[in-house]
């Protein structure tokens, strides 16, 4: 079993759409996080959500919304995609915020192509 | 603005050599270091955590930690091809997890 899922791997789609990408991960984490990572290969955090909270939320163009309908996922959410915004998207949790010992698991990746 | 800073590469080292990852970061308050591999296309995985000064070895790899110094290495022994990689380096600032840019890191049959 996959313990943080994210689909769809792939998206390639026309300036100005909206898309969403989902995360679910399954190993019971309090904390999940969008990353984004660009073709400098820069991981930069997007936003974490603790207990369907937010918590960090870096400057980050309000086009992109997280959405959590429990703990267990956290989706990201697209509007007016401009060309910038290709990169890979990596969803993430943690047992807790980013605390001594927490270990990141990785989703696999969704890899975004603006056209 | 808190930094961590790693060199770029690609760093290319020889099969069986020891090499050799270097990162420094800027918050003198940092508790908590990480090493992640990455592949490529692939999602960051940890490799190694340290928390303490010193070194930290676990199989082929060892961390070491000088908080006066403010850097963070990795060495990998008896490089193998397959260890052919990213490195990236993320120091715990304030609840905040802070990303280096990663080492490319090429090990040449």
């Known amino acids: 079993d996959t313990a943080v899922s994210q689909t769809p791997k792939y998206l390639v789609t026309q300036m100005g759409n909206d898309k969403s990408i989902k995360c679910e991960q399954n190993?019971?984490?309090?904390?999940m996080y969008w990353y984004k990572q660009d073709s400098k290969k820069f991981l930069k955090i997007m936003f974490s959500y603790n207990n369907k909270e937010l918590i960090i939320n870096e400057t980050v163009p309000n086009r992109f919304s997280p959405k959590s309908p429990d703990k267990a996922h956290l989706n990201l959410h697209i509007n007016s995609l401009e060309l910038g915004d290709s990169a890979v998207y990596f969803c993430?949790?943690?047992?807790?915020?980013?605390?001594?010992?927490?270990?990141?698991?990785f989703g696999e990746g969704s890899w975004l192509t603006v056209v | 603005q808190k930094e961590v800073e790693q060199n770029s590469g690609p760093l290319s080292v020889p099969e069986g050599a020891i090499a050799s990852l270097n990162c420094t970061y800027s918050d003198r308050g940092s508790q908590s270091f990480f090493w992640y591999r990455q592949y490529s296309g692939k999602s960051p995985e940890l490799i190694m955590s340290i928390y303490s000064n010193g070194d930290k070895e676990d199989g082929r790899f060892t961390a070491q930690l000088n908080k006066a110094s403010q850097y963070v290495s990795l060495l990998i022994r008896d490089s193998q091809p397959s260890d052919s990689a990213t490195y990236l380096c993320a120091v715990n600032s304030n609840y905040q997890l802070i990303w280096g840019a990663g080492t490319k890191l090429i090990i040449k049959p």
């Open positions: 190993l019971g984490h309090d904390t």
């Open positions: 993430a949790s943690s047992q807790e915020l980013h605390r001594t010992g927490n270990t990141i698991y």
